[in-house]
């Protein structure tokens, strides 16, 4: 069965530094997603992805957050600037046309800031 | 903004139990997720349901539109069933952004 892959399964970096998580999606979806979900919390949405440009993002994607879509397969998060608040669990998902279609996940990138 | 509440938080059970968890939500979706997320932290979707019951194997999900709540209930649970299983939301006015409850620890004891 087709899945969602995320790379890496766990990053560290230095407070102030920039990562980018990296997500692949389902081939044939066109909906895409990044949510955190931060140690002890329920998970949290970021930002929606669609025909090459943000659907829909909270209040928690500021400026400090931007996706994109680099190529025909890939999907990135890129956090600049990162705050110790940024250690997560961060998920992308990925689904097909339809807002009957299920979102599905990649097994998450565990990110730590020091 | 949509509340999701989850009950109970915690719940333990005997292998063989048949298990019921419990999702409200405050506002009108579109549709729900059940979601199983396991320690290490993936998540797979259960089901996704707008209306009625889906039946997946021993999982059985069933919602009430009018009464904004809907169940996941396992039967003969196991211990690998052991896992948090999260309750998720789309709200009407969006047809992307999940809204999630804050999960059911489910420990299924042999």
């Known amino acids: 069965e087709p899945e969602v892959t995320q790379t890496p399964s766990h990053q560290v970096t230095q407070m102030g530094q920039e990562v980018i998580l990296r997500c692949v999606p389902i081939s044939n979806h066109l909906y895409f997603y990044w949510y955190r979900q931060i140690l002890g919390q329920k998970v949290e949405f970021l930002v929606s992805?669609?025909?090459?440009?943000?659907?829909?993002k909270s209040e928690i994607f500021d400026d400090q957050f931007s996706v994109e879509r680099p190529d025909g397969s890939n999907f990135t998060l890129k956090i600049r600037s990162t705050k110790l608040e940024d250690s997560a669990m961060y998920f992308c998902?990925?689904?097909?046309?339809?807002?009957?279609?299920?979102?599905?996940f990649g097994d998450g990138t565990r990110l730590s800031i020091l | 903004k949509n509340e999701v509440e989850q009950s109970p938080q915690n719940l333990t059970a005997q292998e063989g139990e048949f298990i019921t968890i419990n999702c409200s939500y405050s506002?009108?979706?579109?549709?729900l997720h059940w979601l199983q997320q396991h320690p290490g932290g993936g998540i797979v979707s259960l089901f996704m349901l707008s209306s009625g019951k889906k039946k997946h194997g021993r999982l059985i999900a069933t919602i009430n539109i009018q009464e904004k709540h809907s169940s996941l209930h396992i039967t003969a649970s196991h211990p690998r069933d052991s896992a948090v299983y999260i309750c998720a939301v789309l709200s009407g006015g969006s047809n992307y952004k999940l809204t999630f409850g804050k999960g059911t620890l489910l420990t299924v004891n042999p």
């Open positions: 992805f669609y025909n090459n440009e943000i659907s829909e």
């Open positions: 506002v009108g979706i579109s549709a």
């Open positions: 998902a990925s689904s097909g046309q339809g807002s009957n279609q299920p979102q599905h």
